[in-house]
């Protein structure tokens, strides 16, 4: 079994960061990638960014591009989001998910992928 477990969410105002963090922990885990995605009310979840975990390549959505940025540290097993110039469309319930380890770069984006996910935490951007 793998354990995710997210921290660092909050309420800030439009412009304004936060950075989430994510621990895996179990000795079964062998994901291929480690991604944030994120889901608001009402609406389907969706990805925001990926990082493959044995080179430290990143994916990220269009929405968040330039403003989002994924890291891990492997030996840790910690997985971030650094996120700058929040907006309110950014409100969401963020989740840390590990991916199966076939998982490749074209289906990183799909949460079917992945099996482990962690229980979220809350993001909140007042405008």
């Known amino acids: 079994q793998v354990q995710l477990v997210e921290s660092g969410g909050g309420s800030v105002q439009a412009g304004g960061s936060l950075r989430l963090s994510c621990a895996a922990s179990?000795?079964?885990?062998?994901?291929?990638?480690m991604s944030w995605f994120r889901q608001a009310p009402g609406k389907e979840r969706e990805f925001v960014a990926a990082?493959?975990?044995?080179?430290?390549?990143?994916y990220a959505a269009d929405s968040v591009k330039g403003r989002f940025t994924i890291s891990r540290e492997s030996a840790e097993k910690m997985v971030y989001l650094q996120m700058n110039s929040l907006k309110p469309e950014d409100t969401a319930v963020y989740y840390c998910?590990?991916?199966?380890?076939?998982?490749?770069?074209?289906?990183?984006?799909?949460?079917?992928?992945?099996?482990?996910w962690g229980r979220g935490t809350q993001v909140t951007v007042s405008s």
């Open positions: 990082v493959y975990w044995y080179t430290g390549r990143t």
């Open positions: 998910a590990a991916s199966r380890p076939t998982t490749s770069s074209v289906n990183l984006y799909y949460s079917d992928q992945y099996n482990y």
């Open positions: 179990g000795r079964a885990f062998n994901a291929n990638y």
